[in-house]
């Protein structure tokens, strides 16, 4: 349908006082190439404030966490003078220094790469974890399904209080970046089991399954090529704003002394240091969690947006 | 109705079974002997440490250890701590202040955010709606842990408003840790009635009662209001099972003496039976208040049918 059809029609339409829906279709039929739900995402985030808030937020911590001495105007955070202790901030020193007299921003500014790294490795973790067993229940169903669903539920009943426990005992080995990220990770991944579990029910009693099917395709070959990349989309909004999720709960795991351990820097840390100086000096819990937030916020804004981009129903 | 309920029954079981062999293992997993750690500086004779052992049946296997466990558990006998206080006692003396710190949650949940997700919802992207949005988006960014110290801080300290620590001055006490408690659910809330309420606005049933004439008020209490709030209602049911299920960080903050930080302080100390009583506590919560919501689901929703 070439613009002039379509402005003639809209013309119509305006005379006769009705709709047809024809002068301003959601997908032009008659165009040789329809757009795919990526392109029509990412048409729509373009023009998204809450995702380039969030995607500019992202960066630039990401940016923080891989060449920190580069934001910590190259301050060693280790270079440490107890004559400065609480120093509230100078022109030298913008966000002032520690209890041990430490330059703040140096250490708020270290604080991310930890924070991050365990956000990515905790996701991935949860990722794994989520997407096979929901995989393999959605599609095996049956008792298969029965049992990895009882399974689900009784982590879906366990709190976080859990990982806890599991980063004491010491099962995952020496507390680091790692082990956190596992525990967090083995008390995440119900939602995404959920999410995948439901679209291969979804879609494998679809015709083009059972095509694959007759065609001699594994039950691998069915669900990796067929069957999971329905499941991008949902799962893609989920892991980002579950990275975000994940930075807040490490932060509160390091926080209450289980998580990271001094001299690992982290503003879980940081915070809990300064908790008990929050009277006199309010800044050492203020700046790292500015930082924290801001981190959070940047994963949860480009996943509300994602999840707005990629939702066909909510365009309008 | 009544089978459907009874098969979930027996669901819970086994989920309920798992999770605290679960816990159970965990716990036993933890390093160190608890009963070394008893005795502090002075180690304590050999036949005390084989007599307390043989007391917590801690010679054991893990599975017998469980099976007596639970044995006992049938009795409402949830075992002792080291010291020899009941760990029921425990749950007795702090379960109050958990249900006290969570209905207060709920109930700024209920008003703040209902309230607010109805006026974004009847003007969708308006100036209230847009207003909402960002504050909910901010509120969830922000986590709980900087939350309880900026409330703490600001309209504790500073200001003055609220008691920031314990429990000394009643209800009044819990306000701060409610609010700081409920701000992600609050936000959740805000945001489902939104979307639920913006849904309702242009079905049909509320074109006809706004063509009857009723007044505009009456057109969103008693029409719109009263269908959007099924997905609400049966989210903060669920929500409560989990807010009753440890508050760690804002009791720990706020210094409330709940189940939250009993567990928590439980964990340090390696009281394994306090941690498995507990924990098992939480996640009876959980799955209790997930079953009432699946019910009301069907009671408030006629479309819905198990059967």
């Known amino acids: ?17 009705t709709t047809t829906g024809l002068a301003s279709p959601s997908v032009d039929v008659t165009s040789s190439r329809q757009n795919s739900l990526w392109s029509d995402a990412w048409a729509q985030l373009r023009r998204s404030v809450m995702f380039w808030t969030g995607a500019v937020l992202g960066l630039i911590f990401v940016l923080m966490a891989v060449f920190p001495s580069l934001f910590a105007r190259g301050i060693d955070p280790r270079d440490c003078d107890l004559s400065n202790s609480k120093g509230t901030p100078t022109g030298a020193h913008w966000l002032g220094y520690d209890q041990q007299g430490c330059d703040y921003l140096a250490n708020v500014v270290y604080g991310a790469r930890n924070s991050l790294l365990i956000g990515f490795l905790g996701v991935l973790g949860v990722l794994i974890l989520g997407v096979i067993v929901g995989a393999i229940a959605g599609f095996y169903g049956r008792g298969i399904d029965s049992v990895l669903s009882r399974l689900t539920d009784i982590f879906y009943a366990l709190p976080l209080v859990l990982g806890i426990v599991l980063l004491r005992t010491g099962v995952l080995g020496e507390r680091g970046p790692r082990t956190v990220a596992i525990a967090l990770a083995l008390f995440s991944w119900m939602t995404a089991m959920r999410l995948v579990r439901s679209q291969v029910i979804a879609v494998k009693s679809s015709d083009y399954v059972a095509a694959a099917r007759a065609m001699g395709a594994s039950d691998i070959r069915i669900l990796v090529r067929h069957i999971l990349p329905n499941a991008v989309a949902p799962v893609l909004v989920f892991a980002t704003i579950t990275t975000g999720v994940l930075i807040a709960a490490e932060a509160t795991l390091t926080f209450l002394g289980v998580g990271l351990q001094a001299p690992a820097i982290s503003w879980g840390l940081q915070i809990a240091n300064g908790q008990t100086l929050l009277r006199t000096a309010p800044h050492l819990v203020l700046f790292p969690s500015i930082a924290l937030t801001l981190t959070v916020m940047a994963f949860i804004l480009v996943g509300d947006a994602l999840r707005d981009a990629l939702d066909p129903r909510q365009r309008s | 109705m009544g089978r459907y309920i009874a098969r979930r029954l027996l669901l819970t079981i086994p989920v309920l079974l798992g999770a605290s062999f679960l816990i159970f293992a965990m716990v036993y997993a933890l390093p160190g002997d608890p009963i070394r750690a008893l005795g502090g500086d ?3 004779s050999p036949a005390v440490v084989a007599q307390l052992r043989d ?20 009795h409402l006998d949830l075992g002792t701590d080291f010291r020899g206080r009941p760990v029921l006692a425990t749950i007795e003396q702090r379960l109050p202040v958990t249900v006290k710190l969570a209905a207060v949650a709920i109930f700024f949940e209920v008003v703040i955010g209902i309230v607010a997700g109805v006026l974004a919802g009847i003007r969708k992207n308006g100036y209230f709606d847009n207003l909402v949005l960002v504050a909910t988006t901010l509120i969830v960014s922000i986590p709980i842990l900087v939350l309880a110290f900026v409330a703490q801080y600001t309209l504790g300290l500073k200001l003055g408003w609220f008691p920031t620590s314990g429990t000394k001055e009643g209800l009044y006490s819990y306000a701060l840790p409610g609010l700081v408690l409920a701000s992600g659910s609050l936000a959740y809330v805000a945001r489902l009635t939104r979307t639920s309420i913006a849904e309702n606005m242009r079905a ?21 209001l009263r269908n959007s709030l099924i997905p609400v209602v049966t989210f903060i049911g669920a929500d409560a099972g989990t807010l009753l299920g440890g508050a760690i960080v804002t009791e720990t903050v706020f210094n409330l003496p709940g189940l939250g930080r009993a567990v928590f302080e439980a964990i340090r100390g390696q009281e394994g039976s306090v941690v498995v009583g507990i924990v098992t506590l939480f996640v009876f919560f959980f799955i209790f208040f997930n079953l009432v919501v699946d019910v009301l689901y069907a009671v408030l929703d006629p479309r819905i049918r198990y059967d």
């Open chain 1, 1 to 17: 349908m070439t613009e002039q059809q379509q402005s003639d029609l809209l013309h119509d339409e305006v005379q006769a006082g």
């Open chain 2, 42 to 44: 002075r180690p304590l």
């Open chain 2, 55 to 74: 007391q917590f049946n801690l010679n054991d296997p893990l599975w017998l250890q469980y099976v007596k466990y639970l044995g006992n558990a049938l």
């Open chain 2, 204 to 224: 049909d049933y509320v074109r006809t009662a706004k063509a009857k004439g009723l007044p505009p008020r009456t057109v969103i209490v008693r029409h719109t």
